[in-house]
């Protein structure tokens, strides 16, 4: 459930109509309800009601703005990282330091004195090398790193191939079945209190078998490491559950609800603090792109309506062929089917193929639903575009929580070499 809906025919975000926010901020323009960022916040929450002791931090990789991360920070939430500037921000937006757990693949050594520097609540550590890494660090400073390992349990999460992390061939976290020695070597290090394990298999997950599978797998692999002596308190599930993008899809991901007995029925021996790194399922029904219709062109089969948002303000249709459903701020009642593109120079740059959606003439308002989470995080200025703006409702009132990045902003930031005559 969200809070954009028509009211009198026209599109809101809670009780702010978006024409307004067009004509006062400008399209293209992402725009974010707390109403719905809290509710989801606490959806997710109350799904977990049966697991005793638990931490939850959003992944702020999908929509790391201020304002929203200071929502969710309100809401208890504390945060998953996977640089040192997502550190930053979770701290900047008032995330406590111990509610911080920082993941990521490539952390650098700079990276790592930054998370005992500022006294993060876990590292989730890759790989045996990092893991030395960070305990020589911690030895240092003096210091001890509270830490997980994450493993890779070879589960095919079924989701697109390009945001699948748990099989084997993945780059993330080490074989499940070398997790015992690495374990055993990294647990003996100064520096180090190697406490638990990580898994994350995968984004958009629209079935719960491959999360079950996977935790399975590390509810015994847990169990191997206790029976070999070592304290196992924290287990860090990670994030991945699905939300549904296309209205009338017959393939509904879980509901937070079904997802939270699974995982309480499955883990319900472990006797661990549980950790989760939700995402989407937070913020990904929590947003809107709203965009300006240019033109409508005529094409070989159908139209196109070209639209003043493009691949690089909402990248996931060209790299994921991923669907966002379309709807007219105003919709007369009428629909057509048109392939919907951006003005940027590609054919990739299309957000439907001959779809049909609400009839729409040059002018018109228009989002893509869904774009709350991976949207304006993974903007660029590909095709010296403005960098797209955010904007916060509650209510009855709005914010704009992160400028529009003019092209020439940009540009101001780059410098001719003066040896060029
Ligand atoms: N934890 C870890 C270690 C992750 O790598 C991710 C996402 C999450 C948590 C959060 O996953 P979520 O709950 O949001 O599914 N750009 C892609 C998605 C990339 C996901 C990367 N990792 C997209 O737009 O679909």
């Given at each position: 459930?969200?809070?954009?809906?028509?009211?009198?025919?026209?599109?809101?975000?809670?009780?702010?109509?978006?024409?307004?926010?067009?004509?006062?901020?400008?399209?293209?323009?992402?725009?974010?309800?707390?109403?719905?960022?809290?509710?989801?916040?606490?959806?997710?929450?109350?799904?977990?009601?049966?697991?005793?002791?638990?931490?939850?931090?959003?992944?702020?990789?999908?929509?790391?703005?201020?304002?929203?991360?200071?929502?969710?920070?309100?809401?208890?939430?504390?945060?998953?990282?996977?640089?040192?500037?997502?550190?930053?921000?979770?701290?900047?937006?008032?995330?406590?330091?111990?509610?911080?757990?920082?993941?990521?693949?490539?952390?650098?050594?700079?990276?790592?004195?930054?998370?005992?520097?500022?006294?993060?609540?876990?590292?989730?550590?890759?790989?045996?090398?990092?893991?030395?890494?960070?305990?020589?660090?911690?030895?240092?400073?003096?210091?001890?790193?509270?830490?997980?390992?994450?493993?890779?349990?070879?589960?095919?999460?079924?989701?697109?191939?390009?945001?699948?992390?748990?099989?084997?061939?993945?780059?993330?976290?080490?074989?499940?079945?070398?997790?015992?020695?690495?374990?055993?070597?990294?647990?003996?290090?100064?520096?180090?209190?190697?406490?638990?394990?990580?898994?994350?298999?995968?984004?958009?997950?629209?079935?719960?078998?491959?999360?079950?599978?996977?935790?399975?797998?590390?509810?015994?692999?847990?169990?191997?490491?206790?029976?070999?002596?070592?304290?196992?308190?924290?287990?860090?599930l990670g994030g991945g559950l699905g939300v549904p993008y296309r209205a009338g899809d017959n393939i509904l991901p879980p509901s937070p609800a079904d997802y939270g007995a699974m995982v309480a029925r499955v883990t319900r021996d472990w006797d661990v603090t549980l950790m989760f790194e939700p995402g989407r399922v937070i913020a990904g029904n929590s947003g809107?792109?709203?965009?300006?219709?240019?033109?409508?062109?005529?094409?070989?089969?159908?139209?196109?309506?070209?639209?003043?948002?493009?691949?690089?303000?909402?990248?996931?249709?060209?790299?994921?062929?991923?669907?966002?459903?379309?709807?007219?701020?105003?919709?007369?009642?009428?629909?057509?089917?048109?392939?919907?593109?951006?003005?940027?120079?590609?054919?990739?740059?299309?957000?439907?193929?001959?779809?049909?959606?609400?009839?729409?003439?040059?002018?018109?308002?228009?989002?893509?639903?869904?774009?709350?989470?991976?949207?304006?995080?993974?903007?660029?200025?590909?095709?010296?575009?403005?960098?797209?703006?955010?904007?916060?409702?509650?209510?009855?009132?709005?914010?704009?929580?992160?400028?529009?990045?003019?092209?020439?902003?940009?540009?101001?930031?780059?410098?001719?070499?003066?040896?060029?005559?």
């Amino acid at each position: 459930m969200d809070h954009f809906e028509l009211r009198d025919g026209v599109m809101h975000a809670e009780d702010i109509p978006l024409p307004r926010i067009a004509e006062e901020i400008g399209t293209p323009v992402y725009v974010y309800s707390r109403a719905t960022l809290e509710r989801h916040a606490q959806v997710f929450r109350d799904a977990l009601k049966d697991v005793p002791r638990k931490h939850i931090a959003f992944a702020i990789k999908c929509n790391p703005n201020l304002g929203v991360l200071r929502v969710l920070a309100r809401q208890g939430y504390g945060a998953d990282v996977v640089s040192g500037g997502e550190l930053e921000r979770a701290l900047a937006a008032g995330m406590a330091a111990e509610d911080i757990v920082f993941s990521g693949v490539g952390k650098t050594r700079a990276e790592l004195a930054q998370g005992l520097d500022r006294g993060i609540g876990q590292f989730n550590i890759e790989h045996e090398p990092e893991g030395i890494a960070l305990a020589e660090i911690a030895a240092r400073k003096d210091m001890t790193a509270p830490a997980v390992l994450r493993v890779n349990p070879d589960v095919d999460a079924g989701t697109h191939a390009k945001i699948s992390t748990g099989k084997a061939e993945n780059k993330f976290g080490v074989g499940i079945d070398t997790a015992p020695e690495i374990f055993a070597r990294l647990s003996g290090l100064p520096g180090l209190n190697l406490r638990g394990i990580a898994v994350h298999i995968g984004s958009q997950l629209t079935s719960l078998a491959p999360f079950e599978a996977a935790f399975k797998r590390v509810g015994q692999l847990v169990a191997d490491l206790r029976a070999a002596g070592h304290s196992i308190t924290h287990v860090d599930l990670g994030g991945g559950l699905g939300v549904p993008y296309r209205a009338g899809d017959n393939i509904l991901p879980p509901s937070p609800a079904d997802y939270g007995a699974m995982v309480a029925r499955v883990t319900r021996d472990w006797d661990v603090t549980l950790m989760f790194e939700p995402g989407r399922v937070i913020a990904g029904n929590s947003g809107v792109l709203l965009t300006e219709i240019l033109w409508v062109k005529p094409g070989a089969t159908h139209p196109f309506v070209i639209v003043d948002a493009a691949m690089n303000d909402l990248a996931r249709p060209a790299l994921y062929d991923a669907w966002h459903d379309f709807a007219a701020v105003k919709p007369s009642g009428e629909t057509m089917t048109a392939s919907i593109v951006g003005p940027v120079c590609e054919t990739g740059d299309t957000f439907a193929r001959d779809r049909l959606i609400d009839k729409v003439e040059s002018g018109d308002l228009a989002i893509f639903r869904s774009a709350g989470a991976y949207g304006a995080t993974m903007a660029s200025t590909y095709n010296s575009r403005s960098l797209v703006p955010e904007v916060l409702v509650d209510g009855d009132r709005y914010v704009v929580v992160a400028d529009r990045i003019a092209a020439g902003t940009i540009m101001a930031a780059e410098r001719v070499p003066d040896w060029i005559d």
